[in-house]
């Protein structure tokens, strides 16, 4: 197969998406056009370089990267995505786990947790962190939080096989999980923490899903009620990891400040350097 300016390799496929995308506007077009073209050569993005496209790859391949050039988010057309040592099912009506929230990930797995923790996961969204924790540490009892019917159905998805919890409940609610009060040795969350009229990119405005994303005017309304629930739930001694948006790092120190039962609030970075999560121990 050829078209005018030589033969139709593969390489050549990926650098005419690269263009489109970048052209696009899209922030990663290379690596875009790359998974892309794995997902649909059914292999990985490493050996798509080098492999032969098939008869109707051209056609396949140039309708996902002309959704991708419309800002559809890449994991809705591949309808995964990688977090940490786990890959999860995602689509319309699910918050997509962003790279940004690993850093938090590795802090949790960095913690000192008895051989079979309680671990919970408030405000799941797919269940990718609860599942990573979980594939960490098979011993764990780990129970995953959320109250949206779309990101339910997603994470029972993922979660099948797995020893993952998948609880419907709202977080905010002053009887959340009170079975498991003084009990859970680790508690995480990345919660909805955007300010509201914060500018998105069209991948997250237009796809993910407003209820995980936006926390009120300061983004800090689900925030406030997690961390008096971290409070509640946590044993002494136990460890808490709250994400929120890079412009409140200070408000949510302050409320574990406020909440006068933790030590060790600390304010951390994620891997681009952005103040990201809050991290603090439930006092003894």
Known sequence: MTVAGGPVTMRRLIDDAAEQLAAAGVGSPRVDAELLAAHVAGTDRGLVGFTVPDTDFAQRFGALVARRAQRVPLQHLTGT????????????????????????????????????????????????????????????????????????????????????????????????????????????????????????????????????????????????????????????????????????SVRTVDAFTRVARFTDVTARHDLTGRPRFVTAVRDE
Do not use: K
């Open 81 to 248: 995505a990688a977090f940490g040592p786990v890959t999860v099912h995602v689509g319309p009506g699910v918050f997509v786990p962003r790279p940004e929230t690993e850093a938090l990930l590795e802090w949790a797995l960095a913690q000192p947790l008895p051989a079979e923790p309680v671990i919970v996961d408030l405000c799941t969204g797919s269940g990718a962190l609860a599942l990573a924790l979980a594939t960490a540490r098979p011993r764990a009892r780990v129970v995953a939080v959320d109250d949206s019917p779309d990101a339910l159905r997603y994470a029972r998805r993922n979660a099948e096989g797995t020893s993952v919890e998948v609880v419907s409940a709202d977080v905010t609610s002053a009887d959340l999980l009170t079975e498991l009060d003084g009990a859970v040795d680790l508690l995480v969350t990345n919660p909805p923490y955007i300010p509201t009229g914060a500018q998105l990119e069209p991948e997250v405005a237009q796809y993910d899903p407003s209820h995980a994303l936006f926390g009120g005017p300061d983004g800090m309304a689900v925030i406030d009620h997690i961390v008096v629930a971290a409070a509640r739930l946590l044993r002494p001694g136990g460890f808490c990891a709250v994400e929120h948006d890079d412009t409140t």
